[in-house]
């Protein structure tokens, strides 16, 4: 049986904890930062990085987007990765089960007609907002990442209308979707790489430098020249948005692909 005093010991160590809580954050300058000042960080980005004039400038007027692949492009190379592992862990968890035991579907039992003829209509849209997406990252909200995830509705869309065999037979099977994507995180790297070969022969460069920086002459173009007249490239950012538009957009298919498999299989063995 519990105490009668069990409800009041309860409130007071819940007053305490929130007392003790509300003195840690007072302490640590949370509780009175400034709601409307940007930290030391945030202003030497914002005020360089659009700024093609500044030492620090990436040449890009998203600011997110060039600092996920200039300032930080460690991160992002890596987070890329561990998404590229865990796509190959569901293959090897998925692919061979699939094939052995389940033959694919048609879709034509889960759809009608209404449903296959308005898919046909958007997946094309889709795909192109994707590309838009993934090529203005350096312009627009968005990049490579966003983009390779819009693309990943026009997939499931015809997973959903046709069945998985559809799909396959369009090309867009395990083998390829994961060749897309092994290719796009090599090439990424590759272009990462490609300031450590100027630090070679040249003089001061860093791996994953975008553009001049203060001690380094090294610069990937940022204005290319066409009959239109000059487009802005942000460097390598566009190149990182658009490998990473691949990259994202085939991982996420076979993924979906290969669950989809499995549901049409309806836990069959």
């Known amino acids: 049986m519990r105490s009668k005093s069990f409800p009041v010991i309860c409130l007071i160590t819940t007053i305490s904890i929130v007392l003790i809580l509300a003195v840690l954050l007072n302490l640590s300058g949370l509780t009175t930062y400034g709601v409307n000042e940007l930290t030391g960080l945030a202003k030497l980005f914002v005020l360089n990085i659009?700024?093609?004039?500044?030492?620090?400038?990436?040449?890009?007027?998203?600011?997110?987007?060039?600092?996920?692949?200039?300032?930080?492009?460690?991160?992002?190379?890596?987070?890329?990765?561990?998404?590229?592992?865990?796509?190959?862990?569901?293959?090897?968890?998925?692919?061979?089960?699939?094939?052995?035991h389940m033959p694919e579907s048609t879709g034509d039992e889960y759809t009608t007609m209404i449903v296959k003829v308005i898919t046909k209509l958007v997946v094309p849209i889709i795909a192109v907002v994707s590309a838009s997406i993934a090529i203005h990252g350096h312009l627009t909200p968005g990049g490579g990442f966003q983009g390779g995830s819009v693309f990943v509705v026009a997939p499931v869309l015809i997973l959903l209308a046709y069945g998985s065999r559809f799909l396959s037979s369009r090309g867009f099977n395990e083998v390829r979707l994961l060749a897309i994507r092994a290719l796009s995180v090599t090439l990424i790297f590759v272009v990462g790489l490609v300031p450590v070969l100027y630090f070679l022969t040249h003089g001061t460069a860093y791996l994953f430098q975008n553009t001049y920086k203060p001690d380094s002459a090294f610069t990937y173009p940022y204005l290319i020249p066409t009959p239109i007249g000059m487009i802005l490239t942000a460097g390598s950012i566009m190149i990182y948005n658009i490998l990473e538009f691949f990259a994202v957009a085939a991982g996420f298919t076979l993924a979906i692909l290969l669950l989809t498999r499995e549901f049409e299989r309806g836990g069959k063995k």
């Open 50 to 100: 659009p700024d093609p004039t500044k030492p620090w400038s990436s040449h890009a007027f998203e600011i997110v987007t060039a600092i996920l692949w200039d300032q930080r492009g460690f991160d992002t190379y890596f987070e890329t990765s561990v998404l590229f592992l865990a796509i190959v862990a569901s293959v090897a968890l998925l692919s061979s089960y699939g094939r052995r």
